[in-house]
């Protein structure tokens, strides 16, 4: 996995420019590049925000956060897999952090969201996958929890599972994803680089007409604004008319939505196009050290489609576009049973959050930007195909708004 570079300058000198765009390329055409070839954002340029990274440029930035992830791809129709976000390593049942739900489109699947929204607390490690797995990957978390030391006497879990719909490349009635594969990307998630693109539980998605993926990305607020961290994960399966950190990518391609009704010669035309339906979903996880509970949570959430926006989403009819929020902080931690009438803490003030809300905004958008970037071009099921999005018709949309440059050693 690539390592996020220096910001680099968004003006790339002139003459590269310039070759970028007489360089000859048939529009539309997706490398035949594997994912650790491709870039992330930061190595062509696209650094949006004004807040720096963590050094991993990913949520597992923020102190205590896990990842694991399985990716099935079997034969010719399996393209699936399971993405684990841990809060914590601990026993997370036993140690439950503060989260929250915040819920753009509803048109999907979120298994113990309302137990969250009631609570205000995350008891489980946060599973992602495709939406027929929901039901298996939750089993598999109960089960999880309930074989954890100290959990011996639990008789309620509340497991919280996203998803979104690969079935155009993945053998979605198949039910691929099992018990063991969860089971195998909670206990392999790790504190190190998450990989992107076309992997765990974004191995069969789209996005905006391209192959879609999972995304990481974080931002540290500075010493002065108290040197929180703040990472988000998104598993892109959505679509609109894609935006990068301002440059209008889908419009310049000629691959967005409603094209083949407004576009040129498509007034009046078919119904949209499979590669430019808006209708998906979108999972988006937050996670912070800040001490902040589920109020605050809640609202940090929110700003969370703000983020998507910049990218162009639609949030249409058939999209799920679900943000999972919350505070790896080990203070604010409530524990399963105690003694204890009241819990106390130190809790930001809600005039003191505005800098996450910031941090979460650009967070999230580039989580999308390293979903697409690093995905590569997937056949799947019924000879279905995504291409990965092209680096270099990137590069050249960016040379006619003088922005982006070649990652180095290209």
């Known amino acids: 996995m690539t390592h996020c570079s220096p910001v680099p300058s968004r003006l790339a000198p002139l003459g590269v420019l310039l ?3 007489l360089a000859p390329l048939p529009a539309g055409r997706a490398e035949a590049q594997g994912a650790e070839d491709r870039p992330r954002a930061r190595d062509i340029g696209l650094a949006p925000g004004i807040l720096a990274p963590g050094p991993l440029n990913s949520i597992t930035d923020v102190p205590g956060v896990l990842v694991g992830q399985v990716t099935l791809m079997e034969g010719s129709d399996v393209r699936t897999g399971v993405t684990a976000i841990l809060p914590h390593g601990g026993n997370i049942f036993q140690e439950k952090v503060p989260g929250a739900v915040h819920i753009g489109n509803a048109f999907g699947k979120l298994a113990g969201s309302t137990q969250v929204v009631e609570l205000g607390t995350i008891e489980t490690p946060i599973v992602l996958t495709n939406t027929l797995s ?24 509340n497991p919280l599972v996203g998803e979104t719909n690969d079935g155009f490349l993945n053998d979605i009635r198949g039910f691929h994803v099992k018990e063991e594969h969860v089971l195998e990307a909670i206990r392999a998630a790790s504190s190190g680089p998450v990989a992107e693109g076309a992997v765990g539980a974004g191995a069969g998605t789209s996005a905006f007409g391209w192959k879609g993926g999972i995304g990481a990305s974080s931002r540290r607020l500075p010493e002065s604004l108290g040197g929180y961290t703040l990472g988000a994960l998104v598993q892109s399966n959505y679509g ?3 935006m990068m950190d301002g440059l209008p990518v889908g419009e310049e391609l000629d691959r967005y939505y409603l094209r083949d009704r407004v576009g040129p010669g498509g007034e009046g035309g078919a119904a949209e196009a499979s590669d430019t339906n808006p209708d998906g979903s979108i999972m988006m996880v937050v996670g912070t050290d800040a001490p902040v509970r ?7 959430a929110r700003r969370v489609m703000l983020g998507l926006a910049r990218t162009g989403a639609t949030s249409s009819h058939g999209s799920g576009d679900f943000v999972i929020a919350f505070s790896s902080a080990p203070a604010l931690r409530s524990t399963f049973r ?18 996450l809300f910031q ?20 056949t799947g099921r019924d000879g279905n195909t995504r291409e990965a999005i092209s680096i270099e018709d990137l590069l050249r949309v960016g040379a006619r708004f003088n922005r982006l440059h070649p990652p180095s050693g290209r």
């Open 19 to 21: 070759a970028v765009v």
């Open 294 to 300: 589920t109020a605050g949570l809640t609202r940090i």
């Open 359 to 378: 941090a979460a905004i650009e967070a999230t958008e580039e989580a999308v930007y390293n979903s697409m970037l690093k995905a590569t071009t997937t």
């Open 338 to 355: 105690s003694d204890a009438p009241t819990e106390a803490a130190e809790v930001l003030r809600g005039d003191r959050l505005s800098p």
């Open 240 to 242: 609109g008319v894609l």
């Open 134 to 157: 929901v039901w298996d990957a939750a089993r598999a978390v109960v089960a999880y929890t309930l074989a954890l030391p100290g959990n011996e006497d639990v008789r309620s879990v």
